[in-house]
């Protein structure tokens, strides 16, 4: 009887752990999905929980190179995707699709600060990219492999006027959550035949503003709100 017990109360346990799903990654182009999950051998290289590298991937014609997507978790709570290369090696216009995604952030949240930099390579005259950052109270896990669960908090577009061309900035939105949450990330980059992307990462990063701290917070929204995203040589348009 003491064993049963003991097992149901360990069982118990486990059932009230908050849920948390592997890291996920996916890439998508010309109707090929690639998805790759944290510790999944086959594609993962990094080995080391909340981290997933991909080496070299190729999705539709698209060459995607060094992909490392992260997550942690505590009183700041972060999701990251950058890689170093994304390359249309096709010979006509391509939309290569990023989404990262992770479950379990470790609430309480009152804000989300969503940011994102990248470089365009001979991308003059292509259409709008865009950057989108989603959060989702339910906890429900994105990419896997388009899905993007819960409220979009900020999304912000924009294109090559010149030859390179870089865009950088970061936003805070408020997102409350009392209980674990899940955070998903996602990128429509417009490519040109022979375009290219370098330098790219997107991150969410969520936490709870000390009091001391909500003043500049909501000063902040304000500035925000009237400078937008910038970029190194023009804005971008939200």
Same mark, same amino acid.
């Given at each position: 009887?003491?064993?049963?017990?003991?097992? @149901?109360?360990?069982?118990?346990?486990?059932?009230?752990?908050?849920? /948390?799903?592997?890291?996920?990654?996916?890439?998508?182009?010309?109707?090929?999905?690639?998805?790759?999950?944290?510790?999944?051998?086959?594609?993962?290289?990094?080995?080391?929980?909340?981290? !997933?590298?991909?080496?070299? %991937?190729?999705?539709?014609?698209?060459?995607?190179?060094?992909?490392?997507?992260?997550?942690?978790?505590?009183?700041?709570? #972060?999701?990251?995707? =950058?890689?170093?290369?994304?390359?249309?090696?096709?010979?006509? +216009?391509?939309?290569? %699709?990023? !989404?990262?995604?992770?479950?379990?952030?470790?609430?309480?949240?009152?804000?989300? #600060?969503?940011?994102?930099?990248?470089?365009?390579?001979?991308?003059?005259?292509?259409? *709008?990219?865009?950057?989108?950052?989603?959060?989702?109270?339910?906890?429900?896990?994105?990419?896997? +492999? %388009? *899905?993007? +669960?819960? =409220?979009?908090?900020?999304?912000?577009?924009? /294109?090559?006027? &010149?030859?390179?061309?870089?865009?950088?900035?970061?936003? !805070?939105?408020?997102?409350?959550?009392?209980?674990?949450?899940? $955070? %998903?990330?996602?990128?429509? !980059?417009?490519?040109?035949?022979?375009? @290219?992307? &370098?330098?790219? *990462?997107?991150? $969410?990063?969520?936490?709870? +503003? #000390?009091?001391? &701290?909500?003043? $500049?917070?909501?000063?902040?929204?304000?500035?925000?709100?009237?400078?937008?995203?910038?970029? &190194?040589?023009?804005?971008? =348009?939200?």
């Amino acid at each position: 009887m003491r064993t049963s017990a003991f097992f @149901s109360v360990i069982a118990a346990c486990i059932a009230a752990a908050p849920a /948390h799903a592997a890291l996920q990654l996916s890439i998508g182009a010309n109707g090929s999905v690639f998805t790759c999950a944290d510790g999944e051998l086959s594609c993962d290289q990094s080995g080391g929980a909340n981290n !997933l590298l991909t080496v070299d %991937t190729t999705v539709g014609g698209a060459f995607v190179q060094l992909t490392l997507t992260q997550s942690a978790f505590g009183k700041v709570n #972060e999701l990251q995707l =950058s890689s170093s290369n994304i390359e249309n090696t096709t010979g006509v +216009p391509l939309t290569v %699709t990023l !989404l990262a995604s992770d479950t379990g952030f470790v609430a309480p949240v009152r804000f989300i #600060e969503n940011s994102g930099s990248l470089t365009f390579n001979a991308n003059v005259g292509a259409p *709008n990219s865009t950057l989108s950052f989603f959060a989702d109270a339910l906890n429900r896990q994105g990419a896997n +492999p %388009t *899905n993007t +669960p819960g =409220s979009l908090l900020d999304s912000v577009s924009g /294109h090559a006027a &010149t030859d390179p061309d870089s865009f950088s900035g970061s936003r !805070l939105a408020v997102f409350d959550a009392s209980a674990p949450f899940s $955070m %998903t990330e996602g990128a429509r !980059l417009a490519l040109r035949s022979g375009g @290219s992307v &370098t330098g790219f *990462n997107q991150a $969410m990063q969520s936490g709870v +503003p #000390e009091p001391s &701290t909500w003043a $500049m917070l909501v000063s902040g929204f304000g500035l925000l709100a009237l400078t937008g995203w910038r970029r &190194t040589k023009s804005r971008l =348009s939200l």
